[in-house]
């Protein structure tokens, strides 16, 4: 069985020209990036009374929270290499046991720590 032909949506054949002021522009831009959409779909929704979604993003620079965002990935790739060594047939000793409630450990005092430093953040803005 043929796969089916792709509905292509409506051709655009009208063609509207605006100009903006430097200000203007650039928070248009602005907006646009932020929502996640070329700029002319960005003016489309705004135009047909769709609300576009801008999305803030969040970003912590701080050195100590990055240099405890590297310790947590260590943390991780030991516990996988532990996990890799048990489900290839390895035997569970008492030293590895230790060694993973260790990192269970120090894994929840990083995220005490983070939440002391960042507060709880949630994803909401």
């Known amino acids: 069985m043929a796969r089916p032909k792709k509905q292509l ?7 509207l ?3 903006f002021t ?19 779909e960005y003016i489309r929704q705004l135009i047909t009374n769709r609300k576009p979604v801008i999305r803030q993003e969040i970003v ?7 240099q405890i965002f590297r310790n947590l990935g260590h943390f991780g790739a030991n516990l996988n290499q532990i996990a890799r060594y048990l489900n290839q047939g390895g035997t569970m000793t008492n030293q590895m046991w230790k060694d993973i409630k260790d990192c269970i ?7 005490d720590a983070v939440r002391e430093m960042v507060g709880e953040y949630r994803g909401s803005h």
């Open 17 to 19: 020209t605006i100009r």
């Open 9 to 15: 949506p409506p051709a655009k054949d009208h063609q």
């Open 22 to 40: 430097e200000e203007l522009y650039n928070v248009l831009t602005a907006d646009a990036e932020a929502a996640g959409l070329p700029r002319t």
């Open 60 to 66: 912590f620079n701080d050195p100590e929270i990055l």
């Open 105 to 111: 450990a120090e894994i929840y005092n990083i995220r």
